[in-house]
């Protein structure tokens, strides 16, 4: 009788507010799973879905994570097997064989994400912070009627994220309250991929192909694929390497760029640059550094004749060791670098060159 009188109480105690949250605190865990758009080339996952990967992780321990792949012939399939042992958290994959996603235009795969994730029921669509996923996401969101939430940095809970704002210069915490799915995009950068185990392969997830009879191929999109063009190079790629050698507009003409691109092949650096110097012609935008451009982390990042304004910055602020080489000593650059030189450029680089030795 004691007993029972004393669980009386105890119910009496707990409010049933308390117990409704606690309840809708177990639903929403249980609820949460997550729908990563991945990209892949030559038949091998990109490092920064993988990142992509990791981000979606972050939002709960018990979140299945399914890995969506398009694209069309033997390539796809190949980066399907890739993507299957890159993550061990990763439950499945999926792939979309169709010419339509040959190529990334934002109309299809925007449909196709929208179609995949309405038979899927996701709580959380994640893809990599670059030009895939700016391209793509923004336009399924619409279609989903939902309002994306960009460049995050970290995820605190699952609807609670932070992303920078004025160019880095401040953090924005910011909630997600919609009804529908989350969409987001996260910075590759913020979330490093650890190294894969050599034991991966036994954790492979299950591929499934994507029904496409209801996608409707036959719609007309208002893009069009023209071309691409590519650097034939041995360069690592500006997004993940290690060591970043960036030019800017000090450089005056493509010719004297040719420097920065020998200097980093001494280093076994890519090669960066700034806005100024890619509208200028010197090197191909897919090499620019900043705000509007890539968002870069090496561990070392060498900047010679740049001016440091604040939309290149923002591109290269989280990067561990900053060196800037400038004539002006006022340049803004010297205010984030870690070791600065005063001095002129077409004097420091050829001594570098001189004095380096080859990279092996």
Partial sequence: MASVAALRALRKRISPSFTSRIIASTSNSRSISTLVLAEHQGGAIKPQSVSAVKAAKS??????????????????HEAAANAASCDPSVSEVLVADSDEFS???????AKLIHLVQQKGGYSHVITASGSFGKNILPRAAA?????????VIEISDPHLFVRPIYAGNALCTVRYTGAGPCLL?????????????????????????????????????KSRYVKHTSQDTERPDLGNA??????????????????????????GAAVGATRAAVDAGYVPNDLQVGQTGKIVAPELYMAFGVSGAIQH?????????????????????????DY???GDIFEVIPELLEKLPENK
């Fill in 59 to 76: 939002l709960s321990n018990d979140n299945p994570i399914s890995l969506l792949l398009a694209g069309s012939g033997s390539a796809l």
């Fill in 103 to 109: 190529h990334p235009l934002a109309e299809p795969w």
């Fill in 143 to 151: 279609l989903l009627d939902v309002s994306p939430i960009t460049d």
């Fill in 185 to 221: 995009t996260v910075r590759s950068t913020s979330f490093p991929v650890p190294p894969i185990l050599a034991d991966s392969k036994s954790n492979e997830a299950p591929i499934t192909q994507v029904d496409l009879s209801t996608f409707g191929e036959d719609s007309v999109g």
């Fill in 242 to 267: 290690r060591v970043v050698v960036s030019g800017g507009r000090a450089l005056k003409s493509a010719e004297n760029f040719k420097m920065i691109e020998k200097l980093a092949e001494k280093l």
């Fill in 313 to 337: 910055l923002a591109g290269m602020r989280d990067s561990k060791v900053i060196v800037a080489v400038n004539k002006d000593a006022e340049a803004p650059i010297f205010q984030v670098a």
């Fill in 340 to 342: 600065g030189l005063v």
